[in-house]
């Protein structure tokens, strides 16, 4: 795992738990069984009374190379806290790291790939945002919306596919445009948490629903949020940019007017078109 992938675990973390803790300008520190990821402090070093403004106790996460988070206090020490965790973090996994779980990772996927069999039997979407806007004509956006909706499925069923054994959540973050495309896979369980690639063919239906999900008022998504559960629940959501994107998601601002040239759209965020056309907008 590297700080980047560490950063995106502990921003799903955090906004998962509607914590009261920032999730941009994150820093990653390495030690020996993961990443201290945390949000830098700035002070003035110039005045001698800043340190007195100086957060007390605010929190770490530390994140293991197996995936799995702990949430610890800065007013622990950090060699103490980390050594800990290390310790921790061994004796999960029977003493080898994160290896002898990713090894049984690589054991179950050779057994679903021969086997053939669906990881989720049944599809059950939870809440979903349909992709309407304020304005728009009742009932115009029905039939796309329900078409983008149905093509979420076979998505969810081939993500599932992917997982562990014994995975609980599924988290499924897409950022996408006709020239550049970001994917990030998590599966966790009760002790454990995984990042795995998203294939081409898983990305070849994400394509083909956001061009069907283009057609509505609102037009295509910028991010599609899926979070699954191991009995099929699902959670949908399309980001249209009403606010930044995760730093981690963000494309070079070409891919957004490129995607813009595409599928025009009667309103783009005023933060996004800054980003598009550079400081003199």
């Known amino acids: 795992m590297d700080a980047a992938q560490a950063i995106s675990l502990v921003v799903d973390w955090i906004r998962s738990r509607g914590l009261d803790y920032p999730t941009e300008g994150l820093a990653a520190d390495r030690f020996a069984a993961g990443w201290s990821v945390y949000a830098p402090v700035e002070v003035d070093e110039s005045d001698p009374m800043a340190f007195l403004e100086m957060p007390v106790g605010r929190s770490v996460?530390?994140?293991?190379d197996s995936g799995r988070i702990e949430e610890v206090s800065s007013s622990v020490p950090p060699h103490l806290a980390e050594d800990e965790f290390t310790a921790r973090e061994r004796a999960m996994n029977g003493g080898t790291g994160a290896d002898a779980y990713m090894a049984e990772f690589v054991q179950w996927l050779e057994r679903a790939d021969s086997s053939g069999?669906?990881?989720i039997n049944g599809f059950n979407i939870v809440g979903s945002d349909p992709g309407a806007r304020p304005g728009a004509e009742p009932g115009a956006d029905d039939v796309l919306a329900a078409e983008a909706s149905r093509l979420i499925e076979p998505i969810v069923q081939q993500l599932a596919l992917?997982?562990?054994p014994a995975w609980e959540w599924l988290w499924a973050?897409?950022?996408?445009t006709v020239s550049a495309e970001i994917a990030h896979l998590r599966f966790s369980s009760y002790h454990r948490s995984v990042v795995v690639p998203v294939p081409e063919p898983v990305a070849?239906?994400?394509r083909e629903q956001r061009h069907v999900a283009a057609g509505m008022s609102a037009g295509p998504w910028w991010r599609l949020l899926l979070t699954v559960t191991s009995h099929g629940e699902t959670t949908v959501n399309y980001d249209y940019g009403d606010g930044p994107f995760p730093h981690d998601q963000l494309l070079p601002p070409e891919d957004y007017q490129n995607d813009l040239d595409a599928y025009p759209r009667p309103r783009v965020p005023a933060w996004l078109a800054r980003y598009i056309d550079g400081p003199d907008a």
Not at 173 to 176: I, L, M, Y
């Open 61 to 64: 996460f530390l994140v293991g």
């Open 117 to 119: 069999e669906a990881a």
């Open 162 to 164: 992917l997982g562990p």
């Open 173 to 176: 973050e897409f950022a996408f």
């Open 204 to 206: 070849a239906l994400v």
